[in-house]
């Protein structure tokens, strides 16, 4: 029985573990500015531990897709989610909050 129920606590510990990155996907944000011809966004966010932001800060980010960048405008809470490729962010989505 105590091999039970030790192998039930580390199911729950790997399952809660998944549920939880999953969840830090998205990133919550105020957009500072949108432009368009760079097609870049400026965002205001808080921390993002998984790409060593420890601290909240105002960076530019790439929008890959052209549709993010009507999608939002300056002003906007927004969620977001981004990718770091060869030391450059860029945006995989981005949305209104709710
Ligand atoms: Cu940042």
Redesign the pocket.
Known sequence: MRLISSLLVIISLVFGSQAAFGQSGLVSGQVIKVDQSAKKIT?R?GP?PK?D?AEG???VYAAPDPKMLTAVKAGDKVKFEIEEVNGQ?RLTKIEKAK
Do not use: F, G, K
């Open positions: 965002i966010h993002i790409l932001m800060m105002t960076m962010y």
